[in-house]
């Protein structure tokens, strides 16, 4: 009786060893390069990739392979660069990035994947860099501004449909002038 117990516990044990296991990748140093939950053969939990010295570089969660919840980016001194909400592959929720003196770089909303909304740029200070709008179909909407480092207007935009309506360039002194179909092309509108 006890033998066939132990039989079925070690078939039970074995199932759940192939069912669900860890990989690692190494650098040429020893070190933990990545670090992955598999799952029925599929990424599943939490997967790591480090630098070279250790630290971690990011921490992605998966769910039946794919990413699935919040996401985070990491330089190599261990400050936080981005974190990024995930659902079932997608980005899904707002997006932060960071520079490396942990101040905030952007704010991005999106939705399956998507940019839609406000996006909004800081210069590594602080200071507003841009303020940019989207519409539900990821597209530029509305009135897009960027900012010299010292605050004042870099550019206004005006956009409908997707397209440039009117649009005005200034001189970082706060001269300015109409754009030209060269300065919104030069912009990427």
Same mark, same amino acid.
């Given at each position: 009786?006890?033998?066939?117990?132990?039989?079925?516990?070690?078939?039970?044990?074995?199932?759940?060893?192939?069912?669900?296991?860890?990989?690692?990748?190494?650098?040429?140093?020893?070190?933990?390069?990545?670090?992955?939950?598999?799952?029925?053969?599929?990424?599943?939990?939490?997967?790591?990739?480090?630098?070279?010295?250790?630290?971690?570089?990011?921490?992605?969660?998966?769910?039946?392979?794919?990413?699935?919840?919040?996401?985070?980016?990491?330089?190599?001194?261990?400050?936080?660069?981005?974190?990024?909400?995930?659902? @079932?592959?997608?980005?899904? *929720?707002? &997006? %932060? $990035? !960071? /520079?490396? +003196?942990?101040?905030? #770089?952007?704010?991005? =909303?999106?939705?399956?994947?998507?940019?839609?909304?406000?996006?909004?740029?800081?210069?590594?200070?602080?200071?507003?860099?841009?303020?940019?709008?989207?519409?539900? @179909?990821?597209?530029?909407? *509305?009135? &897009? %501004? $960027? !900012? /010299?480092? +010292?605050?004042?207007? #870099?550019?206004?935009? =005006?956009?409908?449909?997707?397209?440039?309506?009117?649009?005005?360039?200034?001189?970082?002194?706060?001269?300015?002038?109409?754009?030209?179909?060269?300065?919104?092309? @030069?912009?990427?509108?």
């Amino acid at each position: 009786m006890n033998k066939k117990i132990s039989l079925a516990l070690v078939a039970i044990l074995a199932t759940l060893t192939l069912s669900a296991e860890v990989k690692e990748t190494l650098y040429p140093n020893g070190n933990v390069k990545y670090e992955r939950s598999y799952e029925n053969g599929k990424l599943n939990g939490v997967a790591r990739a480090f630098y070279e010295n250790g630290n971690l570089k990011t921490k992605t969660s998966f769910k039946d392979g794919k990413v699935h919840g919040t996401t985070y980016g990491f330089y190599q001194n261990g400050a936080l660069k981005a974190k990024i909400p995930m659902k @079932n592959g997608k980005i899904d *929720g707002e &997006q %932060k $990035e !960071y /520079y490396d +003196n942990k101040q905030l #770089k952007s704010v991005s =909303s999106y939705r399956n994947d998507l940019l839609v909304g406000n996006k909004k740029v800081y210069y590594s200070d602080g200071n507003l860099k841009a303020k940019l709008h989207f519409d539900d @179909n990821g597209v530029f909407y *509305g009135t &897009q %501004k $960027e !900012y /010299y480092a +010292n605050g004042n207007m #870099k550019y206004r935009v =005006s956009l409908e449909n997707g397209k440039v309506k009117k649009g005005r360039l200034y001189q970082e002194s706060g001269d300015s002038r109409e754009m030209t179909d060269q300065d919104i092309e @030069n912009l990427g509108f």
